[in-house]
């Protein structure tokens, strides 16, 4: 038929174009109308510039590589700190005995990382030996024939090729939700952070478990769109979290809401039902990582305390009881509320005290973030509540950070921010979000913030960690404020070494080093000053700096006494007497 002439003119060209709308709307999704009906020829899209095309990706690699050279630096010249010792040994003595021995408050996964540098660095293993955690560890690394710089490196180098795959996550977060200037910012964020880097380059466990629970949140947020796909994926990342470090459980209900809600907002058919079952099926997916981990290490699961198992009673005991996890890691979560009863001290602002604070974890956090950093976190967090298309991400990013920091803050040992090493990971995909914020000002200011946390990131270079902000002194003042991992956890033992020998060769040593190192492996002959009357105390006092903040008594009249000379990685204080 043809068209009906006998209408109006206005009335036929309106028909028309509903027609043309709507062979327009049953097109297939993706399928543009112009594919299916060419228009005429038009000026070409230029493509875009191999200059532009690899300028994203070349500056990812820019950022990672800095970041590994800061951390490969401090992972060769740092000595072992307090806890490295214990985490190589039962790393090798997983390798070499295939048991859940050593260290049974903290979960295998994270060793088992540690134990693939171990491999490579073929170590001597004494199985013989019947010492506890950690003598094993200083008798591997000191006393069985072995290199302690070689294996230390080789140890440290699979946490620092994981923390770097930890920034990629951080950056393909941000640009999922900002894109590419905030996936970059929040990559300069992470890259750049002095705690991130200090305690990535160690063979300890903090930045692997902080590192799996944000991977876990980001796939979550993935999931919205793909939920078959990523909650699964979200299971197995928050199993890796929760068999590296018990500190992760705290985290696990908030996640597991995320994955319901991430299934309710893909809008599936039986939302309600499919939503329930996302849940469980990311909770059986994590447990069944923790199982396999101990697999890993034995698979007949056997388990005999070699130290003591605290009893646990009320809802904590009731908690670790209905668990369905190994016995080693019900023990180990025994072990570790034990230790919560232990009366710690700790050093803040320059006081001493026994117990902790509530409000420690945020004031050294105050310590020891740049203060571009800072300024960045307070912004991003602003604005994923604020704009509107943002404020959907904010569950993934602020409430599991927001849950593990109260939870840390809850604990009994105020000794350092690794405790809260998530807080720059997640804080640094909010920052990136300033940029999508709609004000001129953002992109040139965020830019100057980010060319701050640069600077002051790289001039601590390489004691990253004593680091601390412009506004507490930087890191040469860090040890007035804080003490242990915050400052000084032993790692500057061959750094005192080489500082004895250049500049105070012949000179009696009286020493008091807090760590896990053997001074006299690196050639320090010294004396305990706390052992002689204090008249017999003469030529150099070198004293670690956390031992300084406690000092009570004998040693801090001897350091009142002194006279300062040196430091050495601003973590460890030469007086002369």
């Known amino acids: 038929m043809g068209p009906d002439r006998s209408r109006p003119l206005a009335v036929r060209v309106t028909a028309g174009r509903m027609m043309a709308h709507e062979q327009h709307s049953v097109l297939e999704p993706g399928t543009h109308d112009d594919e299916e009906h060419p228009q005429p020829a038009t000026a070409p899209e230029r493509s875009p510039r191999p200059l532009r095309r690899w300028l994203l990706p070349l500056l990812v690699v820019v950022l990672l590589a800095q970041m590994a050279a800061a951390m490969v630096t401090s992972a060769v010249q740092q000595t072992p700190t307090i806890d490295e010792p214990v985490y190589v040994g039962t790393a090798a003595d997983y390798l070499h005995e295939h048991r859940v021995r050593l260290n049974p408050e903290h979960p295998p996964l994270g060793k088992l990382v540690v134990a693939v540098g171990v491999a490579v660095a073929a170590p001597h293993v004494d199985t013989s030996y019947k010492g506890d955690q950690g003598q094993f560890g200083r008798h591997l690394l000191y006393e069985s024939g072995n290199d302690p710089w070689r294996l230390m490196f080789w140890a440290r180098l699979p946490m620092i090729v994981l923390t770097l795959l930890f920034g990629l996550v951080v950056f393909a977060f941000a640009r999922e939700l900002a894109g590419a200037a905030a996936g970059l910012a929040a990559l300069a964020l992470y890259a750049f952070s002095p705690d991130v880097i200090a305690h990535g380059s ?39 979290g929760l068999a590296t470090k018990m500190s992760v459980l705290p985290a696990v209900p908030v996640l597991l809401a995320l994955a319901a809600w991430s299934v309710w907002r893909a809008g599936v058919e039986n939302r309600r039902k499919r939503a329930a079952l996302s849940a469980v099926v990311m909770a059986v997916t994590a447990v069944a990582v923790v199982w396999v981990s101990y697999l890993v290490v034995d698979p007949r699961l056997r388990w005999t305390p070699e130290q003591p198992v605290p009893a646990v009673g009320g809802l904590k005991g009731l908690l670790v009881r209905l668990l369905p996890l190994p016995a080693s890691y019900r023990d180990g979560m025994r072990i570790q509320f034990g230790l919560e009863n232990y009366p710690w001290q700790g050093f803040l602002f320059g006081h001493l005290y026994t117990g902790s604070r509530w ?195 004998r040693l801090a009249a001897l350091i009142r006494s002194s006279r300062p000379v040196d430091d050495v990685g601003h973590s460890i204080t030469i007086y002369r007497r």
């Not at 692997?208 to 994926?233: C, D, E, K, M, N």
């Not at 956890?489 to 105070?504: K, P, T």
């Not at 000053?529 to 700096?545: E, M």
């Open 202 to 240: 160690l063979a300890t466990l903090d930045v692997p478990a902080a590192g799996f629970v944000l991977t876990s949140a980001w796939l979550l947020w993935r999931a919205r769109r793909r939920p078959r796909l990523y909650v699964p994926s979200a299971g197995v990342a928050l199993g890796a």
């Open 359 to 553: 409000y420690y974890l945020p004031a050294a956090l105050l310590v020891k973030t740049p203060l571009g950093m800072l300024a960045l976190w307070v912004a991003g967090a602003a604005v994923l509540m604020a704009v509107r298309r943002l404020r959907p991400a904010a569950p993934y990013v602020l409430v599991p950070a927001g849950v593990l920091l109260a939870a840390a803050m809850t604990g009994s040992r105020d000794f350092g921010t690794r405790y809260a090493v998530f807080v720059p990971m997640f804080l640094a995909v909010a920052a990136g979000c300033v940029l999508a914020a709609r004000w001129r000002w953002a992109p040139p200011v965020t830019g100057a913030l980010l060319v701050f946390v640069a600077v002051s990131s790289l001039l601590t270079y390489p004691y990253y960690l004593p680091y601390s902000n412009e506004a507490f002194g930087g890191p040469a003042k860090t040890h007035l404020r804080l003490h242990d991992s915050n400052v000084d956890w032993g790692q500057d033992l061959g750094r005192l070494a080489d500082r004895l020998h250049r500049r105070y060769r012949g000179e009696r040593v009286w020493l008091v080093y807090k760590g896990s190192g053997v001074p006299s492996y690196y050639g320090i002959e010294a004396s305990d000053p706390r052992r002689v009357p204090p008249r017999q105390v003469r030529g150099l006092l070198v004293v670690s700096d956390s031992a300084a903040a406690k000092a009570r008594g």
